[in-house]
Structure formats: structure tokens, C-alpha cells
């Protein structure tokens, strides 16, 4: 339902146009001086303001100015309503960011056209701002044999209307894929709209999900439009829905099969066109199992499944990757043409990324952060649990494994992690490494020289 706020010293005005309003199935709320607007604007969302000119506490064009500077999330079309209309006041207004002027007495017919037409207006506005922020996001990279199949796979399947499921470990890009899903959909010039399941707390999910009417929130906004409204005629990506809970999850199914529900405290059903695009990291059928994930829900959403590799199963497509981050950043931190040696980028080759891409990402912006003047990142300037990870690897290569013959060889594997470990503590500081174990610093790089634990400086 869309939101209308009138705002008008006049009652009389106010209560015919709310009465209007609400036989043409819009919500409406009143408001007598701007003062008392504003206020209501910051504490919900509206698409079309009709703000009087003459307001008993200020200029309404001064209101006008003000509503323009909100938040661009929260900012509604303005149509500005005066009784003393002259061009000159519709031409400031207009050039403050007025939709249109209205003049009084308001005629019925053209106020409604005028008020549709701004609520196209917002739609297309938000829908612009949220298309924006999905192209800025990236798309699926990667040369590797499982990307090349994932990306035939999402170039097969985008067109159409089916059901994802995204099975991948967290941090794989499970989002990016269902990005690139929408992007190479037919519904790619409407919002693409993500929820992270596991980050909402259960007293909030639903609210969030289907939005709520009438202030039903306490100490929330008086009303909210859930993702399910807000992806209508696009796609709804349910991040984790594998830790949604089962009172939840009968509500989402049932929203699935009827494509339409009910907002917390609302009396009328929302009709949606959503498609829904879900992702997991979890074994949904493990969890069938354990009675933690609805059996009918799990074949609704996998009609199309789809498996992101973890990045240890696809190294080679890490100089990519970092490429790809190192322009991102460097543009954003003003250091377009920042690159990594070979050497650097063999050492990332050789460690297991529990934390997948998104590790990776975080990485390349640290490394760009804590060396602010380096066009060359080397493999000095990466973080020490890479060198952790080297030193594990050459152990394994020269049999030095987990299977120890001697305490000696225990003890001196165990005074190498450590060194390690403080060395990591204090990235790769050898001196300060040195005090935090104690040890005078020339004793320190004997003891690492007698261990082999090399650190370029």
C-alpha cells in the first residue's frame, strides 16, 4: 500500500483528502505544521508528501528543502499544494526538488494523476538506487574449471523462473552468484533484494520478511515494507535459510506457494511477483533429518541447485581474484595501479583460506591499508599466518609432519608455531616479536635461523 503524507494547516483540507485518499486504497497520514512533518518523516517511510505552502510554523518551501536533505533511502516525492499559486512559486519549488504544484482549490481528478505519477516516479527512483549498488557489487570470477561450469550453469538458468538453492561454504560468494543470477535474469531492471537469515534475531525476522502496519513494531517506525514487498517483480535472495526458524519457515512457504501475504498487523494481503533466490551453508537434508528445516520448503527452494567450490579447491583463481580486489581498493583508497609480485602471490597459492573469498578480499584491503605508500605488494607485506601456512607445508615436504620421532623434534615444532604465532601477533615486527617472548632480539633470529622460519624485511 503506498504511503501519502498530507500536510495542511486546514482541516477541513486534510480530512477531505484523507478521506479521498483512502476510498483510492492508499495509506494516509495527516500532519498540521511542518514542524510536526518532518518528525513523522523521520520516523517512517512515505513515497509522496503533499506539503502546503503556507504552514502555520514555517515556509513549507524552507520543509521542502528539509525533506529534500534526508537520507536518500527515506526521501519521498514532494507535491507541493497552495491556495495563493503563482508561476514564480512553481518555479522555485520545482528547482528545490518539488514532483509538481498544485493549486487550491485542488482539483480531484488531476490531484490523483499527479499523486500515481509520483509514486511512479519514487518506484523508479528507489528501483535506480538499488540497480546501482547491485552493478557496484561484482560478478562471479573466476578461471578455474568448477567457475567456468558455475558460470554456464547461472547463464542457463537466469532466464528463468525457477527456484535457487546455493549450497557453499561461508564466504565462497554464494551472494555474488545469486547477483549474477538476477543480472542475467529477465527480471534484471527491478530490485534485487538480500536478507541474511542468521543476522536477524527471531523476534524481528518476520517483520522483516513481510513488513508490518499500524506501528505494530514497538518503538519502531508506524509502518515497514518487508523484502518480499520490496523485491516485487524482482528476485529475493534469503541468505543462511537454513537458520531460519520453523514458525518462519510455514510463513515463507506459505508466501511461496500463494505469492502474496499479510504485513504484521494489517488486515489486507500483500500480492507479490517475487522470485527467490536462497543460499545455505548448512546440509538442509541433514537438517530435514534432525527436524530443523521443513521437508516441503527444502523442495520448493532446491528446484535448482547450485554449488559454490571453496576457494582452497580453486587456487588458481586467486591472482584473478586479487587483481580484481586490488582494483577495487585501489580506486576507493586512491591507489589505482597497485600490483602483487609473483612471489607474494605464490605464498597466498599456499594457504587453506578457511574464510574463503571474502578472506582473501579482507587481505588485499588490509595489506593496502597498513602499507599506504607499496605499488609493489610483496610477499614481506602479507600477513604472517601466510608464513604459518608456508612453514607447515615445507614441514610436511621434509617429513616433518605431525607424527614426531623424538621429543626434540615435538619441542622444536612446537617453538615453531610459537614464534610464529607471536610473529603473526605482531606482523612480522621481529623486535617486538622478540620482547613479547621474551628474548633479546639477535637470540630470536638464531633461534629462528636454527627452526626455519624465515621473515623478509
Known amino acids: 500500500m503506498n504511503h501519502v503524507l498530507i500536510v495542511d494547516d486546514e482541516a477541513e483540507i486534510r480530512e477531505s483528502l484523507e478521506s479521498i485518499l483512502r476510498e483510492e486504497d492508499y495509506l494516509v497520514t495527516t500532519a498540521a505544521t511542518a514542524n510536526e512533518a518532518l518528525e513523522l518523516l523521520r520516523d517512517a517511510a512515505y513515497d509522496v508528501v503533499l506539503l502546503d505552502i503556507w504552514l502555520p510554523d514555517r515556509d513549507g518551501l524552507d520543509a521542502l528543502t528539509?525533506?529534500?536533505?534526508?537520507?536518500?533511502?527515506?526521501?519521498?516525492?514532494?507535491?507541493?499544494i497552495s491556495g495563493h499559486g503563482t508561476i514564480e512559486a512553481a518555479v522555485r519549488a520545482t528547482k528545490l526538488g518539488a514532483y509538481d504544484f498544485l493549486e487550491?482549490?485542488?482539483?480531484?481528478?488531476?490531484?490523483?494523476?499527479?499523486?500515481?505519477?509520483?509514486?511512479?516516479?519514487?518506484?523508479?527512483?528507489?528501483?535506480?538506487?538499488?540497480?546501482?549498488?547491485?552493478?557496484?557489487?561484482g560478478t562471479v570470477t573466476g578461471n578455474s574449471v568448477p567457475m567456468k561450469a558455475l558460470r554456464q550453469q547461472i547463464k542457463l538458468m537466469a532466464p528463468t523462473n525457477g527456484r535457487v538453492l546455493i549450497y557453499g561454504e561461508s564466504g565462497a560468494g554464494k551472494e555474488l552468484v545469486g547477483r549474477s543470477m538476477h543480472a542475467e535474469s529477465l527480471r534484471k531492471d527491478r530490485p534485487f533484494v538480500e536478507l541474511n537469515c542468521a543476522a536477524i534475531p527471531e523476534d524481528y525476522i518476520e517483520s522483516?520478511?513481510?513488513?508490518?502496519?499500524?506501528?505494530?513494531?514497538?518503538?519502531?517506525p508506524t509502518e515497514k515494507r518487508g523484502t518480499f514487498e520490496r523485491a516485487d517483480g524482482g528476485t529475493l535472495f534469503l541468505d543462511e535459510v537454513g537458520d531460519m526458524s520453523l514458525k518462519t519457515q510455514a510463513k515463507v512457504l506459505r508466501a511461496l506457494d500463494e505469492q502474496r501475504f499479510l504485513p504484521v498487523g494489517a488486515s489486507h494481503p500483500v500480492h507479490v511477483d517475487v522470485r527467490v533466490i536462497a543460499a545455505t551453508n548448512k546440509d538442509l537434508e541433514e537438517e530435514i533429518a534432525r527436524g530443523n528445516f521443513r521437508e516441503d520448503l527444502f523442495y520448493r527452494l532446491n528446484v535448482i541447485p547450485f554449488f559454490v567450490p571453496p576457494l582452497r579447491d580453486r587456487k588458481e583463481d586467486i591472482p584473478l581474484l586479487v587483481k580484481e580486489f586490488l582494483q577495487q581498493f585501489g580506486a576507493e583508497y586512491g591507489r589505482p595501479h597497485v600490483e602483487m609480485t609473483e612471489d607474494a602471490l605464490a605464498a597466498l597459492k599456499q594457504y587453506h583460506w578457511p574464510g574463503n573469498v571474502r578472506e582473501l578480499r579482507n587481505l588485499v584491503e588490509r595489506v593496502l591499508i597498513l602499507n599506504p605508500k607499496t605499488l609493489r605488494i610483496e610477499r614481506k607485506h602479507l600477513p604472517m599466518l601466510v608464513y604459518r601456512d608456508s612453514a607447515r607445508d615445507a614441514n610436511k615436504a621434509s617429513g616433518r609432519g605431525e607424527e614426531f620421532?623424538?621429543?626434540?623434534?615435538?619441542?622444536e615444532a612446537y617453538e615453531r608455531d610459537y614464534i610464529l604465532k607471536k610473529l603473526d601477533e605482531f606482523h612480522g615486527n621481529v623486535s617486538r616479536a622478540a620482547e613479547g617472548l621474551g628474548l633479546e632480539r639477535s637470540h630470536l633470529y638464531r633461534k629462528m635461523k636454527a627452526l626455519g622460519v624465515s621473515v623478509k624485511e
Do not use: C, W
Open 405 to 411: 620421532t623424538s621429543l626434540l623434534q615435538a619441542r
Open 66 to 80: 528539509e525533506i529534500r536533505q534526508m537520507e536518500s533511502a527515506n526521501v519521498p516525492e514532494v507535491v507541493i
Open 208 to 220: 522483516e520478511l513481510f513488513g508490518y502496519r499500524h506501528g505494530a513494531v514497538p518503538g519502531g
Open 104 to 137: 487550491k482549490p485542488l482539483s480531484l481528478e488531476r490531484t490523483l494523476i499527479v499523486l500515481k505519477n509520483a509514486m511512479k516516479a519514487r518506484q523508479m527512483r528507489e528501483d535506480n538506487q538499488e540497480f546501482s549498488r547491485q552493478l557496484a557489487k
